[in-house]
């Protein structure tokens, strides 16, 4: 007290004030007022973009006090998990479950299954106590309680008709009631999924995987169409280096081209630098191909759209990962693809690098990849596989935001003329996942150079 002298504590009731006002403006927990000053000091460079608000968040104060609700619950949620509560984690899910039952979701959304105007459903308490449930099915699976997981998946999918997260829910939905023993149930589950237009990317492949599985005669006898597409072969190289682990459960370490630690990604970017074909290229994932679509599409990105945009500290619009975000920008989309498509991708991404350098976007990581790699990649990519990709992540970013690739590798022939490579590296114990096969395949179907390496250590010698 002698150093900071007089102090003052805020009151409960103001601190509740200005968290209501914080949640109310920034329309999420992670941002607050220091957003103002972070702006002020320069640390923090948001993007242009007009706001054009003809919509309300929440139609009058009992929605927005619901709302409230649902995050206290959420909060309690979370607390539980981490204290291994058992008993608080149950009175969580059946707060949820009861909340759930008696809204009016399933017609809420009924009469939006355009999901034009949907993205605004995630400001809801119904949305909240939806997550609430999930995070309670993770836990009742890990104590293999999977007749409450099974009531509370059966729940969702009845009470959200239109959601992304409906693939995820009809997966382990069909998982858990083979754990319960009831197959024929398990199989059918899994061939309604494959109907419904919300299960896409990594969970459309593995519902496919367990019909094939589970459909075997004499529960099926008709071979399903998309079998043929669930077998396509992924061309595979072998590499090897000298192993640095063995240990079951650590990600695998292996010794480089100049003795050096590293990973199996930076062995494989060695290969391929090397006898693999002088390729040049990064290791990112998605992480590269996020800041290309959002350097390709930034002007579409924060177009002039009503609702998406509220405050001016948001680094995308609020319905980038629905299906609205390309259903409302469907004709300025095409347009601008159809420049891409002819060749002007690294015009655009020159000119987007330095008009917005330093401004936070989502997906855009300005210090991982130089404006050369970035050129270079989209170069040797070419238009008709860049336009693929946008058009996919555009239409559906929160499905195939993630599970790309590994490596995105390019080579320079004739002076300005190139190729790409798109590579998927897997250690000695790993295996693709569904999200990743599902991407190797929508390249494929692209017309990409695309390939699985897999990494294994050196026998030892006799």
Not at 229 to 256: A, D, W
Not at 377 to 397: E, F, K, N, W
Not at 422 to 442: H, N, T
Request: glycine residues 8%; aromatic residues 10%.
């Amino acid at each position: 007290m002698d150093r900071t002298g007089s102090c003052i504590r805020i009151s409960k009731a103001a601190e509740s004030l200005i968290w209501r006002a914080e949640r109310l403006f920034f329309l999420n927990g992670e941002q607050d007022l220091s957003a103002f000053l972070l702006v002020d000091l320069g640390i923090v460079k948001y993007p242009t973009y007009n706001c054009i608000i003809s919509d309300q968040i929440f139609s009058d104060q009992s929605d927005l006090l619901a709302y409230e609700e649902a995050i206290g619950v959420a909060q309690i949620m979370d607390q539980s998990l981490d204290e291994n509560d058992t008993d608080l984690v149950l009175r969580c899910l059946k707060i949820s479950d009861s909340q759930i039952s008696c809204s009016s979701v399933r017609a809420a959304q009924s009469s939006t299954t355009d999901s034009v105007s949907t993205f605004l459903s995630c400001f809801s308490a119904s949305w909240v106590y939806s997550k609430v449930l999930l995070l309670g099915v993770s836990f009742l699976e890990r104590e293999h309680r999977y007749s409450e997981a099974i009531n509370i998946l059966k729940r969702l999918l009845i009470s959200f008709s239109c959601d992304g997260r409906r693939g995820y829910w009809t997966l382990r939905l069909s998982i858990d009631l083979e754990h319960v023993g009831h197959l024929n149930e398990s199989l059918s589950v899994a061939e309604e999924g494959l109907l419904d237009p919300w299960v896409r990317a990594g969970s459309r492949m593995a519902l496919q995987r367990r019909v094939l599985r589970l459909g075997k005669p004499p529960r099926r006898w008709k071979i399903p169409n998309y079998l043929k597409s669930i077998k396509t072969k992924i061309t595979e190289v072998h590499i090897q280096g000298r192993p640095l682990n063995c240990e079951t459960g650590m990600k695998s370490r292996f010794y480089g081209e100049d003795g050096e630690q590293c990973g199996v990604e930076q062995l494989a970017l060695q290969y391929y630098a090397e006898e693999g074909g002088g390729w040049q290229g990064v290791h990112s994932e998605s992480g590269i191909w996020l800041t290309i679509f959002g350097l390709l599409m930034w002007d579409i990105i924060f177009a002039d759209v009503p609702n998406v945009f509220r405050t001016r500290f948001q680094i995308a619009p609020l319905d980038l990962e629905t299906d609205s975000f390309y259903v409302v920008r469907k004709g300025q989309i095409e347009s601008h693809l159809k420049k891409i498509y002819d060749g002007k991708a690294e015009e655009i991404i020159i000119k987007s690098w330095e008009s917005h350098i330093g401004t936070a976007c989502r997906g855009v990581n300005w210090d991982r990849h130089s404006l050369s790699e970035l050129r270079a990649a989209v170069t040797c990519v070419g238009g008709p596989c860049l336009v693929s990709i946008c058009r996919h992540l555009a239409q559906d970013y929160q499905s195939w935001s993630s599970g790309m690739p590994d490596l995105l590798l390019w080579r320079f022939h004739d002076g300005y003329k190139g190729e790409a490579k798109l590579v998927e590296v897997k250690g000695p114990r790993d295996r693709l996942s569904e999200q990743q096969r599902a991407w190797l395949l929508f390249l494929m179907d692209c017309g990409f150079n695309t390939e699985v390496c897999k990494v294994s250590p050196v026998p030892m010698s006799l």
